[in-house]
């Protein structure tokens, strides 16, 4: 059983679209994290939400935390081929981090 | 700076057997946690060390163990092993007194254990 669904599960899409992954739970979060995880290695922290309603950008990649604290979105912009990979939300009820479903993305060229 | 490391990188147990997974953390982390992670899912928190106590615990059963060694780094022991047990095994070091708030897990690349 895992607090955090991620939707959609799996996405496959062509070089310059746009996507958008959702995180969403009934539990309210001290903080949320995403991640991206690569074949073979471990996830790697891409960006941590704090604060309800807290929008926050990293070059093509946007993120949004609920005004509630209860969900986020991961925006993507013009998906390159780089960006090929497990995107996972993490959210922490206290000290601990519990990891969503997962959305797994592959950018066609 | 080190990263986070663990070991063995593969392994194959066959059931009933137990297992022992290690991690060092990565320097200046105070706090460890491993999760399962099952083939394209999520990751699963099994559970969290701080100053070698269990500072938190999964849906695990008990079977499944843990230590933090006074340099911080850890082990995961599990014992009876079973064939649903067969998935990445990762090690996170984290820094925990920055508020409790949004410490950043810094990842080790997992051990692949494979039960027959």
């Known amino acids: 059983t895992q607090l955090l669904e991620q939707s959609p599960q799996f996405l496959s899409i062509q070089e310059g679209e746009n996507l958008t992954v959702y995180c969403n739970s009934s539990?309210?979060?001290?903080?949320l994290q995403w991640y991206r995880q690569e074949p073979g290695e471990g996830p790697v922290l891409l960006v941590t939400?704090?604060?309800?309603?807290e929008v926050k950008k990293l070059k093509r990649l946007t993120f949004q935390f609920g005004d509630a604290r209860k969900d986020s979105s991961l925006h993507i912009t013009a998906a390159q081929p780089g960006d090929t990979g497990l995107y996972l939300c993490?959210?922490?009820?206290?000290?601990?981090?519990?990891f969503g479903t997962g959305t797994s993305l592959t950018v066609i060229p | 700076e080190t990263g986070v490391t663990q070991s063995p990188t593969h392994l194959i147990k066959t059931r009933g057997q137990q297992v022992t997974l290690r991690c060092s953390s990565q320097s200046g982390h105070n706090t460890v946690s491993w999760y399962q992670q099952a083939l394209g899912q999520g990751p699963q928190f099994i559970f969290q060390?701080?100053?070698?106590?269990?500072?938190g615990r999964g849906n695990f059963p008990p079977r499944f163990s843990g230590l933090q060694f006074p340099n911080y780094s850890s082990e995961l022991n599990v014992n009876a092993l079973e064939l649903d047990d067969s998935a990445l095994y990762l090690c996170a070091s984290s820094l925990l007194g920055m508020g409790g708030l949004g410490s950043p897990l810094h990842f080790g690349n997992g051990t692949r254990l494979t039960v027959t």
């Open positions: 993490a959210g922490a009820p206290g000290n601990q981090f519990y």
């Open positions: 060390y701080y100053r070698e106590e269990e500072n």
């Open positions: 539990s309210v979060f001290s903080s």
């Open positions: 939400v704090v604060t309800g309603g």
